[in-house]
């Protein structure tokens, strides 16, 4: 394979950075004109996919970050019960939380506000975003695969307007669709069970 050159592997160092490829481009001294297109060249030539994938497993090892690592984070955050963390009549973080718990406690604040001589004492317990959180690991097990869902629901609204339509044949016209339009069917149906079918 051949020998990355020295622009090239400034472009793989550059790519790790914010994973833009044409600002990596860019950044490792490609012409702005033409680093969109060089940027995707790059990426569809094996050395340089490579040189990527080692340059990233190796980050990885080296910081101990990993997609299991970031899923499990995002976990904490996602499935938080705020009452197994925060006592709700004080808004204090309870003594038992784990600290599993509190990796999603985004800010604790405390206001003291004098009043004569008594005062009174504000809390907040802010968490990170629950929503959110549910969203990322949605996109990464692909749950929100909303375009997905559309084919497959109109797909099926499909074969049921044609079984709607296949009610009002006579049963010698049901016999004809069926030997023409197979592809109604998950396998061939002969003609006597579809008689039979009839018959009943």
Same mark, same amino acid.
């Not at 309870?94 to 999603?104: F, G, I």
């Not at 604040?109 to 549910?134: F, N, S």
């Given at each position: ?8 592997? $400034? ?10 490829? +044409?600002?990596?481009?860019?950044? &490792? ?5 033409s &680093?969109?297109?060089?940027? =995707? #060249?790059?990426l569809? $030539?094996?050395?340089? =996919?490579? &040189?990527? =994938? ?5 980050r ?33 973080l309870?003594? #038992?939380? =784990? ?6 406690i ?17 809390? #907040?317990?802010? +968490?990170?975003? $629950?929503?959110?959180?549910?969203e990322?690991i ?9 375009k ?5 629901e ?36 002969? #003609? ?8 009943d």
């Open positions: 394979m051949a020998k990355l050159t020295a622009k090239q592997n $400034k472009f793989v160092e550059e790519y790790l950075v914010d994973l833009n490829a +044409t600002q990596a481009a860019i950044r &490792a001294g490609y012409s702005p004109d &680093a969109k297109e060089i940027a =995707s #060249e790059n569809a $030539k094996p050395n340089i =996919s490579n &040189a990527i =994938s080692k340059a990233m497993a190796e990885s090892r080296r910081t101990g970050i990993n997609q299991d690592r970031v899923l499990l984070e995002l976990a904490k955050i996602a499935f938080l019960n705020p009452i197994d963390v925060i006592n709700i009549n004080d808004a204090t309870l003594d #038992e939380a =784990s600290r599993d718990d509190t990796a999603a985004a800010s604790v604040k405390v206001k003291t506000i004098p009043i004569g001589d008594d005062t009174i004492v504000e809390r #907040e317990v802010k +968490t990170y975003d $629950k929503i959110k959180a549910l990322l949605g996109k990464h097990l692909n749950i929100w695969n909303k997905e869902i559309d084919i497959k109109r797909e099926m609204q499909l074969k049921e307007k044609q079984f709607a339509k296949l009610a009002d044949l006579t049963p010698e016209e049901l016999i004809q669709i069926v030997a023409l339009n197979k592809s109604l069917f998950d396998h061939d149906i002969p #003609e006597r069970d579809i008689k039979d079918f009839i018959d």
